[in-house]
């Protein structure tokens, strides 16, 4: 077993699965007596990304025919379950993130009825856009998702630091590539920086406040880099520090660069670029579903 059951809130979750109470996924906007749960029985995998329109759009392309549940409350995020796959937004930022992923993981234990082996073999994926260091349209996987400073996501848990796992499964990276071999993406896979803001922890000089020079920011990218750094991004170090505290074992982060951040700080992608790139990280996904 991979999983670590001591790590899931098991006196919560199995008094809602034994019928003792319902639990109530506020910003999902469904509780866990909801019949959808029975009908996603079947869940191979939860998609995420992080704009509303983008999940919809991918659960489309994905139904292929199937039918399309979408939950009831769009409010904060929107979720859309069809052909054993469950699409859900998740905002911006890792805040936004780890509250779309914390109840993303109860409702998989829900559905799955708690059953260690089922939720082994649930996939889990990001699909996002990045700024990185190489041209626009490459797809970086994540290795490891470092925090601005380069170290693990922590949360204060009683006013101490908690430090998470920042790493990425690598089997599971290879059966991606493997899956996505000759199908003319480029994949590179390296370590993210998933930042707490789109402008000052990324060095972008670009702002309404800018706390770099030019110069600096220069310097900042190189010595990234320099330690393995392939892309910027914000939400792959919460995504890899939950799903290993409960020890999921498929799980990544497939991420699209819109802008070469050595080249400048503002994406200046035309709509149909930004689409073909994204697309990119889509198709990816749909190779290793599939
Ligand atoms: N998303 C980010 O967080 N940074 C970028 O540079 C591009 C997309």
Not at 5 to 31: E, P, R, T, W
Request: proline content about 3%; hydrophobic content about 40%.
């Amino acid at each position: 077993m991979i999983m670590k059951i001591n790590n899931m809130n098991k006196g919560f979750m199995d008094q809602v699965l034994n019928g003792k109470s319902i639990d109530a996924l506020y910003h999902l906007g469904i509780c866990s007596d909801d019949p959808l749960l029975n009908l996603m029985k079947d869940l191979r995998a939860v998609v995420m990304a992080g704009s509303p329109d983008r999940v919809k759009r991918m659960a489309e392309n994905w139904s292929q025919g199937s039918k399309i549940s979408k939950f009831p409350k769009d409010e904060r995020f929107s979720a859309y379950y069809t052909n054993g796959v469950l699409f859900c937004s998740h905002g911006m930022g890792m805040p936004s993130m780890s509250i779309a992923l914390q109840e993303l993981m109860k409702l998989v234990y829900y559905v799955k009825k708690g059953s260690v082996e089922e939720m082994e073999k649930v996939m889990w994926f990001r699909i996002g856009t990045s700024g990185g260091f190489v041209e626009p349209g490459t797809v970086v996987l994540t290795t490891q998702a470092l925090c601005a400073d380069l170290k693990p996501y922590k949360l204060f848990v009683l006013g101490k630091e908690k430090e998470f796992d920042p790493s990425y499964p690598e089997s599971f990276l290879e059966q991606i590539i493997k899956a996505n071999d000759g199908k003319g993406v480029t994949i590179i896979k390296g370590k993210t920086v998933g930042a707490n803001s789109f402008y000052i922890e990324q060095n972008r000089i670009d702002g309404g406040i800018a706390l770099c020079t030019e110069t600096e920011k220069l310097s900042w990218l190189k010595e990234i880099e320099k330690q393995g750094i392939r892309n910027i991004e914000m939400e792959t170090p919460v995504m890899a520090a939950f799903l290993n505290h409960w020890g999921f074992p498929k799980f990544a982060a497939i991420c699209c660069v819109l802008v070469n951040r050595t080249k400048g700080d503002q994406v200046k992608a035309t709509k149909e670029e930004l689409e073909s790139y994204s697309l990119n990280a889509e198709k990816v996904l749909l190779n290793t579903l599939s």
